[in-house]
């Protein structure tokens, strides 16, 4: 299973699976292994959060958070990136599932839900991490704790929290129902045919429409200046040192050789595995020299650049490293000197300079650099006068969107009270999962909203789809027979009970956090 994962990595499908693996272990694994000393609330000083003034410690939260982390890396089969862990959230879902946790405990308490011992050991009996050739083994119950440094003391009492969430979870789901209306409704939803009469409006239908004041101008400037500030700029004396131009200066030792060699062994792999060091000297030795000269050359330059930092004076230092001082125009970040173009460390430390400060020295792929920031442009919104093309232009889209919007709603008024209005129509078409709708695209929103109607009747407000907006009516619905439906009414149920039930319990969850008070500690949750 997890090869298969591993290999589609990159499919969205599969790391929204993902969410859904770790998103079904949050409600009970961190009370097991993620226990705090005290048990849920326990631990001293900082705290993760409080739930009716009870404490989340910080041990808690880091080995939950931890531990769902390791989950996703043994799922992705990788260490998981910064920005795929910020996108999915890693340490909100870690927080919330505690919080969730303590909430649904304290409620178990309520509802008179209690557990007994031979619930926990069923359920410790039933973990195949303790089982041996299918049966419950004590001895390797007894080892798996002991190489997690856990007592069994401990482990049960999360166990006993576990199964008692199990339990108040399953009550709320088993008080959901479906009922003979809603399988209605859900086969006729399925089943009937729907033709729609619509119009739209996209912004470039507009356009021309749009007259612009200068008064529109200013106000569409002041709230959006971001839209229109100049870059920084800098321009640049600097010293260049290319290192491979001194590596004929540079000698290594044999020792030094060798050692380059084992430090980097992956570099010498051929087709029948690691290349020896007799076959592949020459190279090793030349890659050893190229290293060493640049790191000689790195130390000589900071030592000569923090010698004389104070002076401010790149000539002094050019000097005494026999380089020469070049000179750069003044640029922005996204739009470097040709004799930049690439050399993206050099650029981020120049607009970091003061002007008439020296920086560096900054290592790239290229050589090492020495920096003086000789002249700096801050950022500016220009007036208005100099940039009008690019402000009526910005200006006019924005006013566009915004009658396109205006139109929809005023269609969407006429349909809703069945005004005569030039329309277009889909054609018949059936409810799609996806939102497929002949003529006008993929619209979820569309779909749920018109098979809940009957012919003639409009949503009241109009749908947006891509860059248009949508005024729709229902021209005609064709119904699927009812006597299919009293057929098949008890396996419908039967599907859209497990749904229900899940509907059931996040409106429950809900409901607990809303009447909560949940104090989260902010600066855990912060990007770092």
Known sequence: MLSIMRKQKESIVIKIVFVIIVMSFVGTIFLVWGKGS????????????????????LEEYQSAYQRIRNMYQQIYGQSIPPEMEKMLGLKKVALDGLVDNMLALKEAKSLGIKVS?????????????????????????????????????????????????????????????????????????????????????????????VKLSDADLNDYLQKNPNDFKTAEKVALSYIFIDPSALAAKTSVSEE???????????????KDGIQPLTEVKEKV????????????????????????IKSGDLNLIAGVLTQKVQETTLFAANAPVASLIGEAAVIKKALELKQGELGGPVETAKGIYILKAKERKASAVPALAEIKGAVEEKTKGAKAIELAKKKADDAAKQLSTNAALKTQTTGSFNYSAKGDIPSIGASSEIVDAVFKLTASQAPAAPFKVGNRWY?????????????????????LKKKMLPKKQEDALTEWAKGLREKAKIEINQALLADK
């Open 38 to 57: 005290d048990g849920i609330g326990g631990g001293k000083g900082g705290y993760a959060a409080k739930v009716n003034g009870t404490r989340i410690s």
């Open 117 to 209: 011992k031979d619930d926990i050991s069923a359920s410790i009996e039933a973990m195949p991490m303790f089982q041996k050739d299918g049966k419950f083994s004590f001895d390797q119950y007894q080892q798996v704790l002991k190489s997690n440094r856990m007592t069994a003391k401990d482990f049960e009492e999360g166990q006993e929290a576990e199964v008692t969430l199990k339990k108040v979870r399953q009550s709320i789901k088993d008080k959901a129902v479906v009922t003979d209306a809603d399988a209605l409704a859900q086969y006729k939803k399925e089943n009937d045919k729907m033709d729609l009469e619509y119009v739209g409006y996209a912004p470039s239908d507009v356009t021309s429409e």
């Open 256 to 270: 030094e050789i060798q050692t380059f060699y084992q430090k980097n062994i992956d570099r010498w792999q051929g």
């Open 285 to 308: 030795k030349a890659e050893a020299i190229k290293q060493k000269t640049a790191k000689l050359v790195f130390e000589q330059a900071a030592d000569t650049l923090y010698k004389n």
């Open 471 to 491: 005024a729709v009516r229902v021209k005609s619905r064709t119904e699927a027979p009812k006597a299919q439906f009293d057929a098949s009414r008890e396996e």
